[in-house]
T-cell receptor, first 110, second 120 residues
Framework: GQNIDQPTEMTATEGAIVQINCTYQ??????LFWYQQHAGEAPTFLSY????GLEEKGRFSSFLSRSKGYSYLLLKELQMKDSASYLC???????????FGGGTRVLVKP | GAVVSQHPSRVICKSGTSVKIECRSL??????MFWYRQFPKQSLMLMAT?????????EQGVEKDKFLINHASLTLSTLTVTSAHPEDSSFYIC????????????????FGPGTRLTVL
């Protein structure tokens, strides 16, 4: 089974940086994904990590430490449109199933 | 990029009726699709994995006779909620597996826009 934890809510100011942490305990591991989900909409793919280290994609970066069972998503230069839920998901070693964390609601204030 | 559609986007039905939700991959073939359910302010819970041409694999606690899944072609999977009750009201989301050819650098899932089901 999988256990994935992330904070429930975070608030940040427009233009600032926010870091969303995700810890996981899994029997197998074949990659960690971050998705963005606006209210009432489907999740959209943001990033993927399978090896330790930092992956950068524009204003968004994601980090993984497999030995610590830890990842974070870093959002830079926050914009109002970044207000959304951010979902951490782990893929099992076998198959393509994703198990999602509870999601972190980020509120960006002016 | 890979596009997944769902129909209908919203449905309201009476208790005891059945509702069918369609999930289509529009510009690619998906051998595997997934069905999720999401309650308000909660995360996605995987209900079942749908493989083209074979029976779906259901997660523990999901009633396969209540949530019928058919993956008849490489671009279409359907979820039928049979004898729906108010507790089945939820946001149902499908996703399709996209391999490395999807251009995202990894074997990942693309999500449909979701179907909001309300059972009165």
């Amino acid at each position: 089974g999988q256990n994935i934890d992330q904070p429930t809510e975070m608030t940040a100011t427009e233009g600032a940086i926010v870091q969303i942490n995700c810890t996981y305990q899994t029997s197998g591991f074949n990659g960690l994904f971050w998705y963005q989900q606006h209210a009432g909409e489907a999740p959209t793919f943001l990033s993927y990590n399978v090896l330790d280290g930092l992956e950068e994609k524009g204003r968004f970066s994601s980090f993984l430490s497999r030995s610590k069972g830890y990842s974070y998503l870093l959002l830079k230069e926050l914009q109002m449109k970044d207000s959304a839920s951010y979902l951490c998901a782990v893929r099992e070693a076998a198959g393509n199933k994703l198990t999602f964390g509870g999601g972190t609601r980020v509120l960006v204030k002016p | 990029g890979a596009v997944v559609s769902q129909h209908p986007s919203r449905v309201i039905c009476k208790s005891g009726t059945s509702v069918k939700i369609e999930c289509r991959s529009l510009d690619f073939q998906a051998t595997t699709m997934f069905w999720y359910r999401q309650f308000p302010k909660q995360s996605l819970m995987l209900m079942a994995t749908s493989n083209e041409g074979s029976k779906a694999t259901y997660e523990q606690g999901v009633e396969k006779d209540k949530f019928l899944i058919n993956h008849a072609s490489l671009t279409l999977s359907t979820l039928t909620v049979t004898s729906a009750h108010p507790e089945d009201s939820s946001f149902y989301i499908c996703s399709a597996r996209v391999g490395l050819a999807g251009g995202q650098g990894t074997d990942t899932q693309y999500f449909g826009p979701g179907t909001r089901l309300t059972v009165l």
